[in-house]
């Protein structure tokens, strides 16, 4: 990657043969994209000369063969986590970043230049990795970190069954009981680097405590407390949350965004229009799981029979107009697939434009950074990539994405 000194003198034009300049907007024919540095400075109709900019740096990436589109953000990743991984004990914080930074590769290569990674079993891997990525030093999507999540003792994010001597040693600054020390829970991680917050409204899919009919994890105190507290420290909070009560209760406690949201009902939606919260509902995961031969028929059937209760709801909700913002949990699912989820909410009764605004001005809205990424305008960081097809008439070309720029850097082009 060149150094930030290199990037300000560099100017770049993108011939965009067709260019979608917002998920909002119609596409436009025969464009350019001027981009000096880090940032794009115009956006012109026509192909213009190289000739019209006497800095000798200055030159033409030709995409006029290729539809252009704002970089991809997925808003649910654990880039620490490699799908079914069960070495993680016995892994070096050096080993996890590394492994970190090789997941964050094919992230960035699948044209996902913004991220949020939405918790760790150890912080300080992936908030290094997410401060490598911003100083520019290795070729990483944007990353938005929670480093650890905060949980409630035995909840999903802490580690169970264990012997009472190992699990003390195991004992996050993460996990917390009472709203005083939830409190200190959050400010532990933001102490640690994290950029943004989750906590664990309610157990995993796979856990006692996420069923439909499950008990929160965490008190309406606490939730309350870990909201107030990372808003006060200016971070967005996400609640990871399955079964109904879970998703209600952190509604109503001021979260940001629900992760999953399994079990939403029309009550959940009517929360979820009222507040403004997001929903990233990581729908494409049950696909994955039933792709899988190693996995017993008999979950095979139980997640079939999930699938078709909690599916229709979240087409109601899309109907709704609940926000949704895309999240594809890639580390439970492979790192590089991420896209799969975009073509999941066309399935389930989203239009392509509605699906592609999920992974980029959605995402960018529900982070607050809205000035800065989402669309190829004026002002905002060159997160630019290319696909072949179009993906308005085909969403799965997002599947393939030929060409990826982060911040001005061209990090991919396959033309």
């Not at 192909?47 to 063969?65: G, K």
Request: charged share 20%; aromatic share 4%; hydrophobic share 40%.
């Amino acid at each position: 990657m060149l150094p930030a000194s290199a990037l300000a003198a560099e100017i770049r034009l993108i011939w965009a043969g067709t260019l979608m300049t917002s998920a909002d907007q119609q596409v436009s024919q025969r464009q350019t994209i001027v981009i000096e540095g880090a940032e794009m400075v115009a956006v012109e109709s026509g192909y213009l000369p190289v000739d019209n900019y006497p800095n000798d740096q200055a030159s033409v990436i030709d995409l006029r063969d290729a539809h252009v589109l704002p970089g991809l953000m997925d808003m649910h990743v654990h880039l620490t986590l490699s799908s079914f991984s069960s070495e993680f004990s016995k892994l070096s914080d050096s080993d996890i970043a590394l492994m970190a930074a090789e997941n964050a590769q094919k992230t960035l290569m699948a044209g996902f230049t913004t991220v949020r990674d939405l918790g760790s079993f150890r912080a300080e891997p992936i908030i290094a990795l997410s401060q490598a990525s911003e100083r520019g030093t290795l070729a990483s999507p944007r990353i938005y970190t929670a480093g650890q999540s905060i949980s409630a003792t035995a909840g999903h994010g802490d580690v169970r069954g264990l012997r009472e001597d190992v699990a003390s040693l195991m004992l996050s600054d993460s996990i917390c009981d009472g709203a005083d020390d939830c409190r200190r829970a959050v400010r532990s991680q933001y102490k640690l680097g994290a950029t943004t917050i989750k906590m664990h409204a309610t157990g995993g899919g796979a856990d006692p405590n996420g069923r439909r009919e499950s008990a929160p994890e965490m008190f309406d105190d606490e939730m309350l407390a870990v909201v107030e507290t990372g808003h006060a420290l200016g971070l967005r909070v996400a609640a990871h949350a399955h079964g109904t009560q879970g998703i209600n209760a952190a509604l109503r406690a001021g979260v940001d965004s629900i992760e999953h949201g399994s079990w939403i009902t029309d009550e959940s939606i009517e929360l979820f229009l009222e507040s403004g919260t997001y929903l990233v509902p990581t729908a494409y995961l049950q696909d994955y799981f039933l792709s899988r031969s190693d996995i017993p028929a008999a979950s095979h059937e139980q997640r079939r029979i999930r699938v078709a209760q909690i599916h229709p709801m979240l087409t109601r909700a899309i109907n709704e107009g609940v926000h949704i913002t895309m999240g594809s949990d890639a580390g439970i699912m492979p790192h590089g697939d991420n896209a799969l989820e975009i073509a999941k909410y066309v399935e389930l009764g989203m239009s392509q434009s509605e699906a592609i605004r999920s992974a980029t001005l959605t995402a960018a809205e529900m982070m607050g950074v809205g000035s800065q990424l989402g669309s190829i305008e004026v002002g905002k960081f060159a997160d630019i990539i290319a696909v072949a097809g179009d993906p308005l008439e085909d969403i799965s070309t997002l599947q393939a994405v030929i060409f990826v720029m982060r911040a001005g850097e061209v990090v991919k082009n396959e033309l």
